[in-house]
């Protein structure tokens, strides 16, 4: 189980007028409780930085690394299955029980979002709405109770705002927000845990391929599948990751970028890449494969093909063959770690395939009109876009 921290010490200015604190168990830092957005907004001020200062990080330099920042958020489920108030901590270390449900079961999902920095210094971040309800249904598909969506988009806020000194400036990288939630409590049997955590991290990132924006070059997978029908591919279990990384590690070692995957039952349909969703354009046509179970459901997915329809593209969710990769004019990849990626070239069964790549792109047309909404240099006529 998670334990109470041992002390607790004053973490800014404003909270001294505060007689009391509630603990969560975090190894051995400390913790506070956090109320909503509008409250945390008037004594979130660590006492050593001023309000637009920023932490000590080579911006140009970011990769897509583990760079802690100064809190993170914990919110534990009552013996119910209950979120209530969750609160914020110093980055830390947690202690589990060796039976916890996720270190024996595999009993955890996972998100991503990002904050970005506005020139006026607000903050903003892209549709977290979605990804609350992503986690609630891939917890439905594990058996874990899961925060509200209210809970879940408030804790990232709470978590942003908290650690705005580490969001990077305007067009150097952004900060990449981990939600987890995981099955905490003790169990033997294979059965539910009897409590769940719910946590959220960060750190600033930049690009997430180390060939930062150039084009990406694939290789098809036809030995390794990374889901199957039936399976928990189509939610983000911590469970769909670790397999696939013999493949990818075989892959980079022979120079490619990443792994891009067949399905498992006629291993002639595209799937995703390791770590994103892959669309094909061929003329006024984009294609991507239908999100039916065994492909996740992504936010920039999703996003993307919204948009590519209101530029007048076709857009068709629906089976991809691989032979049809020798016909595309263009194939990109989304996900909110990459972004919209171009893809340079793409290697199955020992033949290498070419596609268009640079500015004048429909690739690169969407990743500009994205990032623009994200960022807040596009007017977010959508309501995706939520400011801090």
Known sequence: MIRT??????????LRAISSFSQIGVGARNSYNSGAVSSLQQVIRPSTYGEDEYADVDWDNLG????PADYMYINQSTKDGEFHQGQLSRYGALELSPAAGVLNYGQGLYEGTKAYRKEDGRLLVFRPDQNALRMKMGADRICM???????????VKQVALANKRWTPPPGKGTLYIRPLLMGSG???GLAPAPEYTFLIYCSPVGNYFKEGFAPLNLYVEDEFHRATRGGAGGVKSITNYAPVLKAIARAKGNGYSDVLYLDSVHKRYLEEVSSCNIFVLKGGVISTPAA????LQGVTRKSIIEIASDQGYQVEERAVAVDELAEADEVFCTGTAVGVASVGSITYQGKRLEYKVGAETVAQQLYSTLEGIKSGAIEDKKGWVVEI
């Open 5 to 14: 921290a041992s002390s607790i010490r004053t973490l800014v200015k404003s």
């Open 64 to 67: 897509f690394g583990i760079t």
């Open 145 to 155: 109770p899961c925060p509200s969506v209210d809970q879940f988009v408030d804790a």
């Open 186 to 188: 003790p169990i033997m």
């Open 292 to 295: 039916i179970g065994t492909i």
